[in-house]
Nanobody, 115 residues
Framework: QVQVVESGGGLVQAGGSLRLSCAASGSISSINNLGWYRQAPGKQRELVAGITSGGRTNYADSAKGRFTISRDNAKKTGYLQMNSLKPEDTAVYYC?????????WGQGTQVTVSS
């Protein structure tokens, strides 16, 4: 059984920073791809950033230059450093991890950016 838990969300003023964490636990040998997604009220869930097991990264245009995704394979943990936050970054942020052929989601963490 695999569990994925996000943490690090909160309320921040525009221009501020947050660091999200995604910890996977359970019967895990290794994590393949890891991705951060977000869903704002009334909108579809969208990919923010992804990182492969080899460390290759990709970002949504809205995240480029402001967000940095990283991972610690030994800790089975992923991170999303978010700088220069904007009110439009307000959303629930979800972590998705791929282990073998299966994908697992966390419960999400709320990020609210005030103007």
């Amino acid at each position: 059984q695999v569990q994925v838990v996000e943490s690090g969300g909160g309320l921040v003023q525009a221009g501020g920073s947050l660091r999200l964490s995604c910890a996977a636990s359970g019967s895990i040998s290794s994590i393949n791809n890891l991705g951060w997604y977000r869903q704002a009220p009334g909108k579809q869930r969208e990919l923010v950033a992804g990182i492969t097991s080899g460390g290759r990264t990709n970002y949504a245009d809205s995240a480029k230059g402001r967000f940095t995704i990283s991972r610690d394979n030994a800790k089975k943990t992923g991170y999303l450093q978010m700088n220069s936050l904007k009110p439009e970054d307000t959303a629930v942020y979800y972590c998705n991890v791929k282990i073998g052929l299966r994908a697992y989601w966390g419960q999400g963490t709320q990020v609210t950016v005030s103007s």
